[in-house]
């Protein structure tokens, strides 16, 4: 158990409208991700955290803002969702860089 | 660029057969490699990782992977394989200095009682 808590766990929402996804953590590890699953795709990082206030974009982040005031929260927005953005987010940690990331439980988003 | 790449999307073995699941990588300058594993509706489950020093790493339930320079391969292997093994594994590169790790498509195991 890597103290990762995803909210909400299941979430269907309408084409157009905002979404946050909530990751929050116990242990207080510095690094911090979102990534994306899809069939055929394996994981893509959406943006990633190395600090508060701190974030970087990844390989898939057009569509996505992320914010980070506090340690233990990271959270993911979809600005206007649509239907491509309907995946599984997983949220994960990192104690350090090079280090081992430990994935959370996973938020099933679909957009209708 | 990095990649992972996992040829097989799907392997299936025979319940006390040995399995072994497939990856290869392109990472520049020295990488870092894992094993994760994922049952249905659940999150990744770190396995195993290579960063340095001896090239046969084991981990968990019984999981070994063989890292391979030359051959730019991490393969991972179980010298007999469980039904409760049957699942996705996800084969993970980064690169030293870096803050991600770049994973392949997925490989789903089935074992055959």
């Known amino acids: 158990d890597a103290g990762i808590t995803q909210s909400p766990r299941h979430k269907v929402t309408e084409t157009g409208t905002p979404v946050t996804l909530r990751c929050h953590q116990t242990e207080n590890h510095r690094y911090m991700y979102w990534y994306r699953q899809d069939p055929g795709h394996g994981l893509r990082l959406i943006h990633y955290?190395?600090?508060?206030?701190?974030?970087d974009k990844g390989e898939v982040s057009d569509g996505y803002s992320v914010s980070r005031s506090k340690t233990e929260d990271f959270l993911l927005t979809l600005e206007s969702a649509t239907s491509s953005q309907t995946s599984v987010y997983f949220c994960a940690i990192a104690v350090r860089e090079g280090n081992t990331i430990y994935f959370g439980e996973g938020s099933w988003l679909t957009v209708v | 660029a990095q990649s992972v790449a996992q040829p097989e999307d799907q392997v299936n073995v025979a319940e006390g057969n040995p399995l072994t699941v497939k990856c290869t990588y392109s990472?520049?300058?020295?990488?870092?490699l894992f094993w994760y594993v994922q049952y249905p509706n659940r999150g990744l489950q770190f396995l195993l990782k290579y960063i340095t020093g001896d090239n046969l790493v084991k981990g968990s339930y019984g999981f070994e992977a063989e890292f391979n320079k030359s051959q730019t391969s991490f393969h991972l292997k179980k010298p007999s394989a469980l039904v409760s093994d049957s699942a996705l594994y996800f084969c993970?590169?980064?690169?030293?200095?870096?803050?991600?790790?770049?994973f392949g498509t997925g490989t789903r195991l089935t074992v055959i009682p």
């Open positions: 993970a590169a980064g690169q030293t200095g870096a803050n991600n790790l770049f």
């Open positions: 955290s190395y600090g508060v206030k701190d974030t």
């Open positions: 990472v520049s300058g020295n990488p870092y």
